[in-house]
């Protein structure tokens, strides 16, 4: 990606964002060679040019961005040379990104609490590069970049979720800091399993993020995968999009959250007006003549996007050899949230499924998404507008 970038713009963001080269006339000792595979292969050999600096500075904070700076949007004003973003104010307060996707996989340690904590059972198909002999080739490498990629694709698109779903007086709520900072982790497990997109730097805000299930990297919600806890999908087979994600937390699992979905399009009344059951009822009930839908139920496939069993709550957190940071506020805050039927432990559990529910909702197009959830409704977290279902 950095050698995409003129070497002007290059200039521009090495000078916004270094530690001692602060202005563009001192990155001049710093070239771009003609050809971008010279100059990968230049930044690769570990020579100092204008792409390899530009990527060792890409995490540091922009000096023209101003401060306080947390979620921000990126209204683009046209120079003639390249575009710079012009920043509007907060939604969250700022928050230091402690971890990043590629530090998860590029770690064999918590590439193995991710396998350990997100697929205890084995069910999920790995991205076994990862686990190659070191040093990393440049394909895992890619991957890597990838994900961090991504993880900055699902937080500008966080800030959207939070200006269309969320009451204005709870957009600074802490379980959004909380998610936010650790949406690098959904990021990473994304990659990991092969959940994303081939390539996503051709996409933009209203492309699903998403790879298509016939890959056969997404598990099917089935007899033997039903009492599992986590985060699942719809994918609506008549029209090949992913429409929703949800969760599922209690008894059960699963399986008895997906029937109580079933039992709810079955119904003949959709007295909460909830719009998942509006445009997806079962063709039993009397609504599947309306003309509003853009289906039957029976047209959506559950797919698993993320699972856990009971007793991986309690290995989460990072500074424990887990992958989730906390602070102690939030972890006060968590053990005082009264999730219905969950104690101690499960609580995490509930926070951990909340936050890949909302990781997964920001990658479906907002164009096939069907939810109007804010998700972290156990939290406190209230829709803009009351019209999907708060089932737990």
């Known amino acids: ?73 990126t209204e683009v004003v046209a120079s003639p040379r390249y575009i710079s973003p012009t920043i509007t104010p907060v939604l969250l307060n700022p928050i230091k990104q402690d971890i990043k996707p590629s530090s998860i996989l590029g770690d064999l340690s918590k590439l193995e609490a991710l396998r350990k904590i997100m697929d205890s059972k084995d069910f999920m198909k790995k991205n076994d590069a990862f686990h190659q002999v070191r040093p990393i080739p440049l394909s895992t490498h890619k991957l890597m970049v990838k994900a961090d990629l991504l993880s900055c694709m699902l937080q ?34 994304m990659v990991y399993f092969n959940h994303v997109m081939m390539d996503i730097r051709c996409l933009d805000d209203s492309d699903c993020l998403l790879a298509n299930p016939n890959n056969d990297c997404f598990v099917v919600v089935s007899a033997q995968t039903s009492p599992l806890f986590g985060c699942y999908l719809h994918f609506d087979n008549n029209r090949g999009v992913w429409i929703r994600s949800g969760s599922a937390t209690g008894e059960g699992g699963f ?32 609504r599947a003549n309306s003309r509003a839908t853009d289906g ?36 006060r805050r968590i053990s005082s949230v009264n999730f219905s039927g969950k104690i101690g432990e499960k609580k995490y559990m509930q926070m951990i499924a909340y936050l890949f529910e909302l990781g997964y909702d920001l990658a479906i197009s907002p164009k096939r998404n069907v939810s109007k959830s804010p998700g972290f409704e156990g939290c406190g977290l209230r829709a803009v507008q009351e019209e999907e279902d708060v089932l737990e």
């Open 156 to 189: 500008l698109r966080l800030r959207s979720h939070i200006e269309g779903r969320v009451l204005g007086n709870q957009r600074e709520h802490w379980c959004l800091e909380w998610a936010q900072k650790n949406l690098s982790v959904v990021a990473a497990y």
């Open 255 to 286: 399986g008895k959250r997906l029937g109580t979905h079933e039992k709810r399009a079955k119904a003949d009344r959709n007295d909460d007006d909830s719009r998942f059951y509006r445009l997806f009822p079962h063709s039993d009930s009397v």
């Open 1 to 73: 990606m950095f050698a995409d970038p003129c070497a002007d713009a290059l200039r521009d963001f090495i000078s916004g964002r270094h530690a001692t080269i602060t202005t563009k006339a001192a990155t001049k000792h710093l070239k771009k060679p003609r050809g971008k595979n010279k100059a990968l292969q230049e930044a690769e050999a570990g020579v100092q040019n204008l792409v390899s600096v530009a990527y060792e500075v890409r995490t540091n904070e922009s000096r023209w961005l101003g401060q306080p700076v947390a979620i921000a949007s």
């Open 296 to 331: 039957i139920f029976e047209y959506l496939t559950p797919f698993i996007a993320e699972y856990f069993t009971m007793d991986a709550a309690s290995r989460t957190d990072f500074s424990n050899s887990g992958l989730f940071l906390y602070t102690n506020e939030e972890k």
